[in-house]
């Protein structure tokens, strides 16, 4: 039971370069979300999907997009990169309503230069 | 104003003192509240939950909640160098559905 994993571990981009981060979840859970976390910032909600086939706008989603594969994918892709989104991602899952029994990923450190 | 706000210290607490965390929320309906732990460099890690006004204990860990002061708190007794780490409150606002909001974590040092 490995619970939530996201890939890569690190990435370093440059403006313009395109990429998707991975995560899954092997919990049987129904929401999935997407943190941004920056310094003095704390974490900040992308995207969420309260249950699969579903995915909803957060607090920061501009410059970034979703898709729910299935119960346990969840990925963000970023088409454009930009400096403003260096920052560390975490994916998150919940059985049902948000933190109950909420699980992060190891994180993605993001580098755009 | 922020929707959730946290003193983001540092806290210095000798090994063995009380700890006392606070984090107050601007939506009166929230019902939901939630520390979590974040040790640097690592993801965070749920460590308690609260619904209900009152208090809520789980071994060294108390969390209160005063719902008409809008303020939630942890208590860590005998605090050990260990739970240095960054403590997050987080809020499932009114009509939030599966949403939380975090404030920005309150950074604990336990001194030997």
């Known amino acids: 039971n490995a619970g939530v994993t996201q890939t890569p571990k690190f990435q370093v981009l440059k403006t313009g370069q395109s990429m998707t981060l991975q995560c899954a979840q092997d919990?049987?859970?129904?929401?999935m979300y997407w943190y941004r976390q920056d310094p003095g910032m704390g974490l900040r909600l992308i995207y969420y999907?309260?249950?699969?086939?579903?995915?909803d706008k957060g607090e920061v989603p501009n410059g970034y997009n979703v898709s729910r594969l299935n119960k346990r994918e969840f990925s963000l892709r970023l088409e454009s990169a930009a400096p403003s989104q260096t920052s560390v991602y975490f994916c998150?899952?919940?059985?049902?309503?948000?933190?109950?029994?909420?699980?992060f990923g190891p994180g993605t450190r993001l580098t755009v230069l | 104003q922020k929707e959730v706000e946290q003193n983001s210290g540092p806290l210095s607490v000798p090994e063995g003192a009380i700890a006392s965390l606070n984090c107050t929320y601007s939506d009166r309906g929230s019902q939901s509240f939630f520390w979590y732990r974040q040790y640097s460099g690592k993801s965070p890690e749920l460590i308690m939950f609260?619904?209900?006004?009152g208090d809520k204990e789980d071994g060294r860990f108390t969390a209160q909640l005063n719902k008409a002061s809008q303020y939630v708190s942890l208590l860590i007794r005998d605090s050990q160098p260990s739970d240095s780490a960054t403590y997050l409150c987080a809020v499932n606002p009114t009509g939030g559905g599966n949403k939380l909001t975090f404030g920005t974590g309150t950074q604990l040092k336990v001194e030997l």
């Open positions: 919990m049987n859970h129904n929401s």
């Open positions: 998150a899952s919940s059985e049902g309503l948000a933190g109950v029994r909420e699980f």
């Open positions: 999907s309260a249950s699969e086939g579903t995915t």
């Open positions: 609260i619904y209900s006004n």
